[in-house]
Structures are given as structure tokens and as C-alpha cells.
């Protein structure tokens, strides 16, 4: 069983920036890879960004490269999502999920854990 819990949403105006975290317990946190996804109202939620479990492979959607960074902390159990250049597009619930598995992949059916989400809004 693995527990996660995002933390970092709110509110910015387009152009800024928000870190996401996620911290994890209940497994070894190195030992599986993770994965960024968002849900914006009426929509299918999508992917947005996966690292494997060293932090070495990293894999981002179209729409968010070269705004979005993913990172990973094994020491302190951490992911974290570093948002910048926001746009009103952007605006969603942000959910963290791991994947069993040391490598990352863009799909959610891979993913067996979720947490509960955080909400980012980003206002034009």
C-alpha cells in the first residue's frame, strides 16, 4: 500500500510559476517510478509527466515541455512537479501516481496509486 498526498496548487496569473510535491509512504520510494497527471473540468484526465525511479529518465507531454520540470528526492520520499511559464490551459487538478516498475511511462493504466489531488489555477 502506498499513501501520496500533492501539495503546492493555488491560484497565479499566467507567466508565473508553482512547485508541486508529493510525498509518498508505505513503500520503498525507490523502487518505482512516477507520474504527473492533471483532469480540468468536463475533460478526460492526461498525462503531463513521468520520472524513473533514479530521477535519470524523464518523460513530459508535448504541452507542457520545455515549462515543466519533474524532480524526485529518494531521500526525502518527494516528487515534485515545477510548473513555470503558466497558462490558463493549465488550469486542472494535478494528481501524483506511482508506477510499479523503475521506469517511467506516459500511459495512467500503468499507474496503481493516486493521491488525492491539488488544484491549480492559472487566471489570464
Known amino acids: 500500500q502506498v499513501q501520496l498526498v500533492e501539495s503546492g496548487g493555488g491560484l497565479v496569473q499566467a507567466g508565473g510559476s508553482l512547485r508541486l510535491s508529493c510525498a509518498a509512504s508505505g513503500r520503498t520510494f525507490s523502487s518505482y517510478a512516477m507520474g504527473w497527471f492533471r483532469q480540468a473540468p468536463g475533460q478526460e484526465r492526461e498525462f503531463v509527466a513521468a520520472i524513473g525511479w533514479s530521477g535519470g529518465n524523464t518523460y513530459y507531454a508535448d504541452s507542457v515541455k520545455g515549462r515543466f520540470t519533474i524532480s524526485r528526492d529518494n531521500a526525502k520520499n518527494t516528487a515534485y512537479l515545477q510548473m513555470n511559464s503558466l497558462k490558463p490551459e493549465d488550469t486542472a487538478t494535478y494528481y501524483c501516481?506511482?508506477?510499479?516498475?523503475?521506469?517511467?511511462?506516459?500511459?495512467?493504466?500503468?499507474?496503481?496509486?493516486w493521491g488525492q489531488g491539488t488544484q491549480v489555477t492559472v487566471s489570464s
Open positions: 501516481a506511482t508506477k510499479r516498475g523503475l521506469n517511467p511511462v506516459p500511459h495512467e493504466n500503468y499507474y496503481d496509486y
